[in-house]
């Protein structure tokens, strides 16, 4: 989806939602860093969260160089639906030579919370350690659903 189109989409979502405690965004920081750098694309990832609310968590990455824009995509969506609220998420996404820019928004049930995000990835200059530039190398599992939405639930 198109950045324009995932925005009017969020700002739907943020008109009939509250955003997510601080407890609930700290939960996602380390799940989605943890969920980034398991894909194997990542060589660096810093999370964080603010108050603003169309970017309540803020990532700021590098990748490798050996991989293209569409893989990273492919590894910021995978990591992304790992950590989301099941009940409802969009995305929308943003690529040129060497950057990836990510947005998205999950919302918990409706009329509930809602996490958004906003994602910045650029190519690492610097050669990457050996068994890092494929997609995905040895993925271990993510927690149970269940379980997720549970630390969530706090």
């Known amino acids: 989806m198109n950045l324009v189109d995932f925005q009017s989409l969020r700002n739907g979502l943020q ?7 601080s407890q609930v965004r700290r939960t996602f920081e380390v799940a989605l ?7 194997g694309a ?10 603003e609310k ?3 968590l803020v990532v700021l990455a590098t990748h490798a160089p050996g ?3 569409h893989e990273v995509s492919l590894a910021v969506e995978w990591a992304w639906g790992a950590v989301a ?4 998420q969009a995305n929308g996404l943003l690529t040129e030579d060497g950057h990836v820019e990510f947005q998205a928004a999950t919302l918990d049930r409706p009329a509930g919370r809602y996490v958004t995000l906003h994602l910045v990835s650029q190519r690492a200059a610097e050669s990457v350690p050996a068994g890092r530039t494929s997609l995905l190398p040895g993925r271990r ?8 939405d549970l630390a ?3």
């Open 54 to 56: 169309d970017h309540l």
């Open 33 to 39: 860093r943890e969920e980034l750098m398991a894909t």
């Open 15 to 21: 008109r009939n939602g509250v955003p997510a405690t």
């Open 67 to 69: 991989l293209t824009e």
């Open 85 to 88: 609220f099941h009940h409802w």
């Open 42 to 51: 990542f060589t660096s990832v810093e999370v964080g969260s603010t108050d």
């Open 152 to 154: 969530y639930s706090a």
């Open 141 to 148: 599992a993510a927690a149970p659903a269940a379980e997720r």
